[in-house]
C-alpha cells in the first residue's frame, strides 16, 4: 500500500513540475517576445529612432537592462491605452 502512495505522490509531483515548465516557459515567451514587439516600436518613435540599438527582431542581443526597459514599456503602453480609452469613453 505504501508503495502504491509513494508511486502517486511521485506521479502528483511529476504532473506539478510539468506545470510549473509550462507557465514557467510562456511566461518567458511573453516577456522576451512579445513585450520586446510592442515596447520596441515605441521607444523608437519616442526616441526619434535612437533607441534601443538593436534592431525589431535582434531581442536576443539587447542587454539585460535594454530588454527590461522595452519589456517595461511593453506593458505599460497597452495598460496607458486601454486606461485612455475607457476614459474616453466614461468607464
Do not use: C
Not at 504532473?15 to 512579445?34: H, M, Q
Not at 511593453?74 to 486606461?83: A, C, H, N
Not at 480609452?85 to 468607464?91: E, H, R, Y
Amino acid at each position: 500500500m505504501d508503495d502504491i502512495l509513494e508511486n502517486l505522490a511521485k506521479l502528483i509531483l511529476n504532473i506539478f513540475r510539468g506545470l510549473v515548465v509550462l507557465v514557467w516557459s510562456a511566461t518567458e515567451y511573453v516577456y522576451d517576445k512579445i513585450l520586446w514587439y510592442i515596447g520596441w516600436p515605441v521607444l523608437r518613435l519616442v526616441s526619434l529612432g535612437n533607441y534601443p540599438k538593436q534592431g525589431f527582431l535582434d531581442s536576443d542581443s539587447a542587454s539585460r537592462s535594454d530588454h527590461f526597459i522595452v519589456g517595461l514599456v511593453g506593458i505599460i503602453f497597452p495598460i496607458m491605452g486601454l486606461y485612455l480609452i475607457a476614459k474616453a469613453m466614461g468607464l
